[in-house]
């Protein structure tokens, strides 16, 4: 079964400061892979998603970006960091398939911007 | 685009009590409805899915039922326990290259021993 990997846990940095998040997935191939963001109250946000190695498409307009480098890894990275950006990033993949599953979510990561 | 409205926002039951969770959906197209628990700092986990050709599922204490003519389906949680306390979401897929899940707004349950 798929397994997804997501590092660090918690990470505080400073307003200004570039950030990268990586996300990377084992036993499973192509994957369609996404990050999404918990802020205040627990709605999940979808912030990009990557149907494919060097396929990103945006939700929501902002100061991150999003990488697919390699099939299995996924990035989520930033210039300089804003007080806003702070929530809880998770990444997930989906494997397509008959019949369709849903998603497998990482364990997070809680990242405070101060 | 897909919108899913998840009621109610907080739900408290005593232990060994029943707990139900709603949700609705806006696109007839929709055919995958999952329910996720998400523990405090963790990840959303998937309990139970339900496709549009069956109308009811069941695993242990979880059920999930739904109505595709009114487009709305349930999470039902029996014989409540301490551990069953976290966030729940419900989601719907549409079809497309994409395959997105719209997720609902979350339900915090609490179960009081």
């Known amino acids: 079964s798929q397994t997804i990997h997501q590092w660090p846990a918690t990470l505080v940095q400073p307003v200004g400061s570039p950030l990268s998040l990586e996300c990377t997935v084992e036993g499973t191939s192509n994957p369609n892979l996404y990050w999404y963001r918990q802020a205040a109250g627990r709605g999940l946000q979808l912030l990009f998603y990557s149907v494919g190695i060097g396929q990103i498409s945006s939700e929501v307009p902002q100061n991150l970006s999003a990488s697919r480098p390699q099939d299995r890894q996924f990035i989520l990275s930033s210039k300089k960091l804003l007080l806003s950006d702070s929530g809880f990033y998770l990444c997930a993949l989906r494997v397509l398939g008959i019949p369709e599953g849903g998603y497998t979510f990482g364990s997070g990561t809680r990242l405070t911007v101060v | ?113």
């Open chain 2, 1 to 113: 685009g897909e919108n899913v409205e998840q009621h109610p926002s907080t739900l408290s039951v005593q232990e060994g009590d029943s707990a139900v969770i709603k949700c609705t959906y806006s696109d007839s197209a929709s055919n995958y409805f999952p329910w996720y628990k998400q523990e405090l700092g963790k990840g959303p986990q998937l309990i139970i899915d339900i496709r549009s050709n069956v109308g009811e599922k069941k695993d242990q204490r979880i059920a999930v039922t739904l109505n595709k003519t009114a487009k709305h389906f349930s999470l039902h949680i029996t014989e409540t326990q301490p551990e069953d306390s976290a966030v729940y979401f419900c989601a719907a897929s549409l079809g497309g290259s994409a395959r997105q899940l719209t997720f609902g707004s979350g339900t915090q349950l609490t179960v009081l021993p």
